[in-house]
């Protein structure tokens, strides 16, 4: 970790700038973005339905991980880590958690967008209630794991944000690593390839899912765009949020 003033070892002044730059940019946009998707399902009345409660939980990840971004871009800026071992640690965690809580998200979406368009039967709010709940405990158990001694928190190489340690190569880290990455990435991406795949067959047009340190820090961003403003209903819902006029009317009507 860099101390107070000086600069992380290997890193020049441009480069630090430059990725706090880079890290702001990204978690003001996520940030922007995703407020504005959970402002409208709480004000839109046709947008609490249980597929948009899919939506609702995928926007609070990334609400999530823009604010881990925002943290990052705070220290980068700075040029050191002011928050300590404890403050890394609270980081890592949370940034986990969301980070596993929108991969899982996006696979429940593209499983709930299979069941909406490829039965005859909606989702229930028992069954996505369900889903969400469990995305979120399962997130937040994987999350918990390196807290209690299975895998690791570190700081990255920048030494002003801090991740999973992925440098370790013991073999606890690595069955830690291999383990959560067949739970939380191979499996929610292979729902989300066989939903998209399965759908594709089904209507006869291509449906694919969104595009796979600073990229994964772009995802609440892209998938604001892919899942929020890319819903006609969701972007009227945002349109009415943003304009008073509208609102009073649907008031009155």
Same mark, same amino acid.
Request: net charge neutral; charged share 15%.
């Given at each position: 970790?860099?101390?107070?003033?000086? !600069?992380?070892?290997?890193?020049?002044?441009?480069?630090?700038?430059? $990725?706090?730059?880079?890290?702001?940019?990204?978690?003001?946009?996520?940030?922007?973005?995703?407020?504005?998707?959970?402002?409208?399902?709480? *004000?839109?009345?046709?947008?609490?339905?249980?597929?948009?409660?899919?939506?609702?939980?995928?926007?609070?990840?990334?609400?999530?991980?823009?604010? @881990?971004?925002?943290?990052?871009?705070?220290?980068?800026?700075?040029?050191? #880590?002011?928050?300590?071992?404890? =403050?890394?640690?609270?980081? =890592?965690?949370?940034?986990?958690?969301?980070?596993?809580?929108?991969?899982?998200?996006?696979?429940?979406?593209? #499983? =709930?967008?299979?069941?909406?368009?490829?039965?005859?039967?909606?989702?229930?709010?028992?069954?996505? $209630?369900?889903? $969400?709940?469990?995305?979120?405990?399962?997130?937040?158990? #994987?999350?918990?794991?390196?807290?209690?001694?299975?895998?690791?928190?570190?700081?990255?190489?920048? =030494?002003?944000?801090?991740?999973?340690?992925?440098?370790?190569?013991?073999? @606890?880290?690595?069955?830690?690593?291999?383990?959560?990455?067949?739970? @939380?990435? !191979?499996?929610? !991406?292979?729902?989300?390839?066989?939903?998209? +795949?399965?759908?594709?067959?089904k209507l006869g047009k291509t449906s694919?899912?969104?595009?796979?340190?600073?990229?994964? *820090?772009?995802?609440?961003?892209?998938?604001?765009? @892919?899942?929020? !403003?890319?819903?006609?209903?969701?972007?009227?819902?945002? #349109?009415?949020?943003?304009?008073?006029?509208?609102?009073?009317?649907? +008031?009155?009507?």
């Open positions: 970790m860099a101390e107070s003033g000086t !600069l992380p070892t290997g890193f020049g002044e441009l480069e630090v700038l430059a $990725v706090g730059t880079v890290l702001l940019v990204e978690a003001l946009s996520g940030l922007s973005l995703n407020i504005l998707t959970i402002l409208s399902f709480c *004000k839109t009345p046709e947008l609490r339905t249980p597929s948009h409660l899919l939506v609702l939980s995928l926007a609070l990840a990334d609400t999530g991980i823009s604010l @881990n971004a925002l943290v990052a871009a705070t220290s980068s800026l700075l040029r050191r #880590w002011p928050y300590g071992s404890e =403050g890394c640690q609270a980081h =890592g965690f949370q940034g986990f958690a969301t980070a596993l809580a929108s991969i899982c998200s996006s696979a429940a979406i593209a #499983w =709930g967008r299979y069941h909406h368009y490829c039965t005859r039967s909606r989702l229930d709010w028992n069954t996505t $209630v369900s889903l $969400v709940l469990f995305v979120w405990l399962s997130s937040a158990f #994987w999350a918990a794991l390196p807290l209690l001694g299975w895998g690791h928190y570190d700081y990255e190489p920048l =030494g002003t944000c801090c991740t999973l340690d992925y440098s370790r190569g013991d073999r @606890n880290f690595t069955s830690f690593l291999f383990t959560m990455a067949f739970f @939380n990435f !191979l499996l929610p !991406l292979f729902i989300t390839v066989v939903s998209y +795949r399965l759908m594709e067959q694919r899912p969104p595009v796979p340190a600073l990229i994964a *820090k772009t995802m609440p961003t892209v998938n604001a765009v @892919n899942y929020a !403003l890319g819903s006609e209903m969701v972007h009227r819902g945002i #349109w009415q949020c943003l304009s008073p006029q509208r609102r009073e009317r649907n +008031r009155e009507q």
